[in-house]
């Protein structure tokens, strides 16, 4: 099964952007889509962005425009780059298969904490 490793958060101004990345275990040329969750406490994770390998993008409308995600087959790593982050884009991010029914059947990373705050 394939693990995930997060890295990339911290705190940022609100306005401010951060790069997030993932790296997967195994290639990940067979998940298709990557994605993108968000969780906050007594929430349920969000799925805020998706990737497919033949590069078609879906953005959660709190996010699109303001958030951008990639990926890199070779490295097995996905990012999230999040530019003009608001205060509620504070929650900890996390990656794995765009579908969240899929995903919840597999293993999840740590995940990154994003903090948005003057």
Same mark, same amino acid.
């Given at each position: 099964?394939?693990?995930?490793?997060?890295?990339?958060?911290?705190?940022?101004?609100?306005?401010g952007s951060l790069r997030l990345s993932c790296v997967a275990s195994k290639? /990940?040329?067979?998940?298709?889509?990557?994605?993108?969750? $968000?969780?906050?406490?007594?929430?349920? $994770?969000?799925?805020? +962005?998706?990737?497919?390998?033949?590069?078609?993008?879906?953005?959660?409308d709190s996010v699109k425009g303001r958030f951008t995600i990639s990926r890199?087959? +070779?490295?097995?790593?996905?990012?999230?780059?999040?530019?003009s982050l608001k205060p509620e884009d504070t929650a900890v991010y996390y990656?794995? /298969?765009?579908?969240?029914?899929?995903?919840?059947?597999?293993?999840?990373?740590?995940?990154?904490?994003?903090?948005?705050?003057?």
């Amino acid at each position: 099964q394939v693990q995930f490793v997060e890295s990339g958060g911290g705190l940022v101004q609100p306005g401010g952007s951060l790069r997030l990345s993932c790296v997967a275990s195994k290639s /990940i040329l067979g998940i298709n889509p990557m994605g993108w969750y $968000r969780q906050t406490p007594g929430n349920q $994770r969000e799925l805020v +962005a998706t990737l497919t390998t033949q590069g078609t993008t879906n953005y959660a409308d709190s996010v699109k425009g303001r958030f951008t995600i990639s990926r890199d087959n +070779a490295k097995n790593t996905v990012f999230l780059q999040m530019g003009s982050l608001k205060p509620e884009d504070t929650a900890v991010y996390y990656c794995n /298969i765009g579908i969240p029914e899929v995903a919840d059947y597999g293993t999840w990373g740590q995940g990154t904490q994003v903090t948005v705050s003057s």
